[in-house]
């Protein structure tokens, strides 16, 4: 468990491809990890929606948001992303 304050972040991002246009109105399911690293419905003792949400891009298809910077987590050993993760380089969470 973290002992000092947890740092802030930001993150704005435009919805679509260069050479498209903007996806308006684009809904993106937003899951992050609290300061342990523990997702909810993932750990036990989380509320069931904790630090998760729906976040609505705008005409020009950017969102922002504002969040904790979330605390790095373990990846289960025992379900099939455990051998997703082992095979794939190192990237963003953003897709």
Same mark, same amino acid.
């Given at each position: 468990? !973290?002992?000092?304050?947890?740092?802030?972040?930001?993150?704005?991002?435009?919805?679509?491809?260069?050479?498209?246009?903007?996806?308006?109105?684009?809904?993106?399911?937003?899951? +992050?990890a609290d300061d342990d690293g523990l997702y909810s +419905?993932?750990?036990?003792?989380?509320?069931?929606?904790?630090?998760?949400?729906?976040?609505?891009?705008?005409?020009?298809?950017?969102?922002?948001?504002?969040?904790?910077?979330?605390?790095?987590?373990?990846?289960?050993?025992d379900r099939p992303a455990a051998d997703q993760s082992r095979s794939a380089p190192?990237?963003?969470?953003? !897709?």
């Amino acid at each position: 468990m !973290r002992t000092k304050p947890t740092p802030r972040s930001s993150s704005r991002a435009r919805c679509g491809r260069r050479t498209a246009p903007p996806l308006s109105g684009a809904q993106l399911e937003i899951w +992050q990890a609290d300061d342990d690293g523990l997702y909810s +419905q993932f750990a036990p003792n989380l509320p069931e929606w904790n630090l998760r949400g729906t976040v609505v891009a705008d005409d020009q298809g950017t969102f922002k948001i504002h969040t904790i910077e979330p605390a790095p987590y373990q990846i289960p050993t025992d379900r099939p992303a455990a051998d997703q993760s082992r095979s794939a380089p190192e990237s963003s969470h953003w !897709r």
